[in-house]
């Protein structure tokens, strides 16, 4: 596995409220924290449901095989944060999982052409190691 050992751009801090997020995203997992009193999603995590305001939450571990669709994007052809100028353009989707379209997932969509990104379009989550003990997830245009 290649690992990147000077990686420049911002990484996610954990939180008492997204470590879960971010610990299953260094698995390679989708983790989603959800309301135990009225089973939303709550996306990104907090400390209560944005539904119905119950502090109690709960997560739903939903793996690896993690199926979207490009809800909106736009393609960026400046470097918003450190770090990105190598890879420009740069290509930044708000996503909604197939398993749970209300649930909104933003992030880039890397190895793909911006020619080919388009609403509806569909996608597959994938991570990225960025350091030795965290990844981030990233989109792919799924293969039809
Ligand atoms: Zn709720």
Redesign the pocket.
Known sequence: MTKQTAYEKPIPLKTLDNHEYWDAADRHELKLQK??????F?HPPGPA?P????PETEWELLGSDISATVYSYIVSYRPFLPGFQHELPTVITVAALDAAPDVKIMANIIGCDPADVEIGVPLKMTWVDVTDDRALPQWMLARK
């Open positions: 309301c135990a009193e009225c089973s939303s709550i449901c539904t119905c305001g119950s």
